[in-house]
C-alpha cells in the first residue's frame, strides 16, 4: 500500500471515528442537525442557532442544580435570564464555559462543536466570553494597558518582550474603547474608575478577543441609573454582532434590552417570551416576580 493511500486511509477513519463520537446514526437522527464534523476553528451556525443545551442535569450532593435543561440561542441574539436565587443561572454558565461537568446532556457551541469535550481555556479560545458579577481588571495598569493586555497574541515570555500594536490592532483597540464609553479615559488607572466604568472595561477585555457568545452575570448589580443607561445603549450595540446571554434581576433593565426571556426555577425553564409575557405567566409571579 502506498503512502498516499495510507493517510487516505487514516483520515477517512478518523472521520468514521467522529462521527460516532458525535452519535451519528444512518438516518441522521439529532446528528443530522447539530454535529457535523467541525472545521477548526469555525462555528458552525448554519442551522440557526449558536448555543444549544438538550436535557443537561447536574447534582452537588444529591442537590439537582440543573433538572433536564434545554434551551438555545440564535446567532446575534441577546438573551435575558431571569430567576430566583438557587433556580441554577450561574450553574448552568458554570456548565457552558467548561467550570462544570453535568452528569448527562448535550451542550453544543453551533451544530459541531460538543462542549463538554473541552477545557475552560479552549473554550474561551472557541470565541465564549464570561464576565462575572464583580468586575476583574488590573487597576494597576492603565484603561490601554488592560485592553493591550486582553488582545488574542502570542503570550509567550518572548513575544510579550517584544510586542507592539501594528494598525489593526490598534485601530480594534480604539474602536472598543468608543464602544464601552471610556475613550477620554484610554490613560486612567483601572483602580481610579468608577464600578460601573471597571465593569465597562471588563466588557471591552472580552470584546478584544473578539468572542461569538457572551455570558454576562449580573452586569449592571451596584451601577448608577446613569450607568445602567449606558450598559443598555452597550448591550444594544453589542447585539447582531455578538450573541449574548445576560443574567439580571434588574427589571427595568431587562424592559430595555430584552427580545426574549427565559425564566429559570429548580433548574429548568419555567418560562419563556417577551419581558411582558413571562410577567403575567402566573407561575412566575408565584416563584419570582410576586403579587
Given at each position: 500500500m502506498t503512502p498516499d493511500l495510507m493517510e487516505e486511509g487514516a483520515r477517512r477513519a478518523e472521520a468514521l471515528a467522529q462521527k460516532k463520537q458525535q452519535g451519528q446514526t444512518e438516518s441522521g437522527g439529532r446528528a443530522a442537525g447539530f454535529s457535523r464534523i467541525a472545521t477548526p476553528g469555525e462555528v458552525d451556525i448554519t442551522h440557526g442557532r449558536i448555543l444549544y443545551l438538550e436535557d443537561v442535569c447536574v447534582s452537588f450532593d444529591g442537590f439537582k442544580a440543573i433538572n433536564n435543561l434545554s434551551l438555545d440561542i440564535a446567532p446575534g441574539e441577546l438573551r435575558c435570564i431571569i430567576g430566583p436565587n438557587g433556580a441554577g443561572k450561574t450553574t448552568m454558565m458554570d456548565i457552558i464555559t467548561g467550570k462544570t461537568r453535568p452528569d448527562q446532556g448535550r451542550v453544543f457551541f453551533g451544530s459541531t462543536i460538543d462542549l463538554l469535550r473541552y477545557t475552560?481555556?479552549?473554550?474561551?479560545?472557541?470565541?465564549?466570553?464570561?464576565?462575572?458579577?464583580?468586575?476583574?481588571?488590573?487597576?494597576?495598569?492603565?484603561?490601554?494597558?488592560?485592553?493591550?493586555?486582553?488582545?488574542?497574541?502570542?503570550?509567550?515570555?518572548?513575544?510579550?518582550?517584544?510586542?507592539?500594536?501594528?494598525?489593526?490592532?490598534?485601530?480594534?483597540?480604539?474602536?472598543?474603547?468608543?464602544?464601552?464609553?471610556?475613550?477620554?479615559?484610554?490613560?486612567?488607572?483601572?483602580?481610579?474608575?468608577?464600578?460601573?466604568?471597571?465593569?465597562?472595561?471588563?466588557?471591552?477585555?472580552?470584546?478584544?478577543?473578539?468572542?461569538?457568545?457572551?455570558?454576562?452575570?449580573?452586569?449592571?448589580?451596584?451601577?448608577?441609573?446613569?450607568?445602567?443607561?449606558?450598559?443598555?445603549?452597550?448591550?444594544?450595540?453589542?447585539?447582531?454582532?455578538?450573541?449574548?446571554?445576560?443574567?439580571?434581576?434588574?427589571?427595568?433593565?431587562?424592559?430595555?434590552?430584552?427580545?426574549?426571556?427565559?425564566?429559570?426555577?429548580?433548574?429548568?425553564?419555567?418560562?419563556?417570551?417577551?419581558?411582558?409575557?413571562?410577567?403575567?405567566?402566573?407561575?412566575?409571579?408565584?416563584?419570582?416576580?410576586?403579587?
Open positions: 475552560e481555556p479552549e473554550i474561551a479560545q472557541m470565541g465564549i466570553g464570561r464576565k462575572f458579577q464583580k468586575p476583574t481588571v488590573f487597576e494597576q495598569l492603565t484603561v490601554f494597558q488592560n485592553l493591550e493586555l486582553a488582545l488574542k497574541t502570542n503570550k509567550a515570555v518572548r513575544a510579550s518582550m517584544f510586542f507592539a500594536l501594528d494598525s489593526a490592532q490598534s485601530d480594534r483597540l480604539l474602536d472598543v474603547l468608543q464602544t464601552i464609553h471610556l475613550r477620554e479615559h484610554v490613560g486612567r488607572l483601572a483602580g481610579n474608575l468608577s464600578h460601573g466604568q471597571k465593569q465597562w472595561l471588563e466588557i471591552g477585555m472580552l470584546l478584544m478577543q473578539d468572542p461569538k457568545l457572551l455570558l454576562l452575570d449580573e452586569p449592571v448589580a451596584g451601577m448608577t441609573d446613569e450607568e445602567t443607561e449606558r450598559t443598555a445603549e452597550l448591550f444594544l450595540s453589542l447585539k447582531g454582532k455578538h450573541s449574548l446571554m445576560v443574567v439580571e434581576h434588574d427589571m427595568s433593565f431587562i424592559n430595555t434590552i430584552s427580545d426574549i426571556v427565559t425564566v429559570l426555577c429548580d433548574g429548568s425553564v419555567l418560562a419563556q417570551g417577551t419581558l411582558a409575557q413571562v410577567q403575567a405567566d402566573e407561575r412566575v409571579i408565584e416563584v419570582y416576580l410576586g403579587r
